[in-house]
């Protein structure tokens, strides 16, 4: 048996951790990228970014979320609206199909108890205390992307 020249081993060795190294990189899944803006202000039917991240206790507040880099398929994407004790008054699961990039907008209308709208031309605040406060915005995409924003409610 003739032994293989050194130079066709070589090769041969680089050819196969080429292959290797590009079947790893196109295995690897990349997770979508998020950024999200906070809003109560309205234009044409469509919310518009704001330069604050303080909004009254009457506002409905939206959350308008670009994800990039989706890969095509489904997806679900998750929200939880904390507030200031700790509490989740909303929950959003959104499941949705998509690649590349998508918008989806959602939103939060804080409700102040039953009653207290009697007593609310006194005093806004009346029955919202729990509202009051730094609010947190978490977002899932696929169980595995986060991003995580803060914002404040003041009445």
């Not at 909303?90 to 907008?105: M, Q, S």
């Amino acid at each position: 048996m003739k032994p293989i020249p050194f130079g066709l081993c070589r090769l041969g060795l680089h050819a196969i951790c080429a292959l290797l190294l590009l079947g790893n990189i196109s295995a690897t899944r990349a997770d979508p990228s998020i950024n999200v803006w906070l809003s109560a202000e309205f234009e044409n039917g469509w919310p518009v970014e704001s330069s604050s991240n303080r909004f009254g206790c009457n506002d409905k507040i939206y959350a308008v979320i670009d994800l990039l880099g989706l890969e095509g398929g489904a997806h679900r994407l998750q929200a939880d609206w904390t507030d200031p004790g700790g509490k989740i008054r909303e929950h959003v699961d959104y499941p949705f199909n998509g690649a590349g990039g998508t918008r989806i907008t959602i939103w939060l209308k804080l409700h102040p108890p039953k009653g207290s709208a009697l007593f609310s031309f006194f005093n806004p605040a009346m029955g919202m205390d729990d509202f009051i406060g730094l609010w947190e915005l978490a977002i899932r995409v696929d169980e595995d992307t986060r991003f995580n924003t803060e914002f404040e409610v003041l009445c």
